[in-house]
């Protein structure tokens, strides 16, 4: 077992992933020398060159245009994209062609890209530092989106997402980055599928449905609710698209009671596509009208005011009292 944040495992799944196939090719600005900005790429073009690290332009929409020539010659191209906010030059490349060449080529063509995307807020940045695009790729048919949420997933699902032969948007909670844990990096195999969703902790009074940077959160409140005798399950959706639910379902019959966790926007988020998926599953289970924390519908703040924004522990026990209330 070694003690890993979860910087460092990226770091160290990318390794593990170059050193197995030499078509893996880590490109993006400043991933090379600088090691990135959050150092997740650090040591690696010095271990294994310039030609399979390589430093971009600042033009994100040649960096995925790129990668898609790239795999279409059979190489295994991982684009980081520095930070959120960034993404959107590459979004007619991503949605208008990632997403589309397979189903295009009838089956002939893939694109094994893997598209690294740091998201969230809670670092005190700038404006276009801090956002949560993941519901607008998880609207795109064509895509999976995986978020991991802590050093082993991150570690694992990094190389099971280059692996695969789909194209991947891979969210990385940036204020998690340099949270630790336990990680055993010595298995053969990943502890855990990839597109599967993971029940964190178990309860009886009602669920927590979350990902990426509000697992932690998720976890905080239900030990906060545990001190006055609610019991409260935290699921990891680690998969946003596509979701994998039947773990959800099983806990919602068993309770009744569900709240969703987000950062981005309340209005069209991932917690309402749940919150459907729920009353359509579960409709004679439910004892209450599923509850949704979320990011407001407003531009993210300036860091000053981004306490206020995003959703904490307070604002998820407010929910579950909400939830109980029925």
């Not at 160290?12 to 196939?21: F, Q, V």
């Not at 490349?93 to 893997?114: D, E, F, N």
């Not at 009074?205 to 609710?225: I, N, S």
Request: hydrophobic residues 40%; glycine residues 8%.
């Amino acid at each position: 077992m070694s003690q890993l944040t979860l910087a460092k495992g990226l770091n160290s799944g990318l390794r593990r992933a170059m050193e197995d196939n030499p078509k893996v090719i880590v490109m993006g600005e400043d991933v090379g020398k600088l090691g990135g900005v959050f150092r997740v790429t650090d040591g690696l073009q010095k271990d294994f060159g310039e030609d399979r690290v390589i430093d971009t332009p600042l033009a994100e929409s040649g960096i995925v245009g790129t990668a898609i020539g790239l795999a279409l010659r059979g190489y295994r191209p991982v684009c980081e994209i520095q930070f959120d906010g960034f993404v959107y030059p590459a979004y007619d490349q991503i949605v208008s062609q990632v997403a589309k060449m397979h189903l295009r080529s009838q089956g002939k063509l893939t694109l094994p890209v893997v598209i690294r995307i740091p998201f969230g807020g809670g670092i005190g940045a700038v404006e276009h530092h801090s956002e949560s695009p993941e519901a607008y790729f998880a609207h795109t048919a064509g895509l999976k989106v995986v978020a991991c949420a802590n050093p082993g997933d991150a570690y694992w699902m990094i190389q099971q997402c280059i692996a695969s032969d789909d194209p991947i948007i891979f969210l990385e909670p940036k204020r998690r980055y340099y949270e630790r844990a336990e990680v055993d990096t010595d298995l053969a195999e990943p502890p855990y599928p990839l597109h599967r969703s993971r029940v964190v902790q178990d309860g009886t009074d009602a669920v927590l449905l979350c990902y990426g940077p509000m697992v932690k959160t998720c976890l905080d409140a239900a030990t906060a609710a545990a001190e006055e005798g609610r019991s409260l399950a935290v699921v990891d959706l680690r998969t946003l698209s596509p979701l994998d639910l039947s773990p959800v379902y099983e806990l919602v019959r068993r309770t009744g009671r569900v709240v969703t966790v987000h950062e981005a926007p309340v209005t069209g988020g991932l917690g309402a596509e749940l919150a459907t998926r729920i009353a359509q599953e579960c409709f004679y289970s439910l004892e209450a009208p599923v509850q949704r924390v979320a990011g407001f519908d407003t531009p993210y703040p300036v860091a000053r005011a981004e306490e206020d924004y995003l959703p904490d522990l307070d604002r998820v026990l407010d929910a579950v009292d909400r939830v109980l209330s029925y």
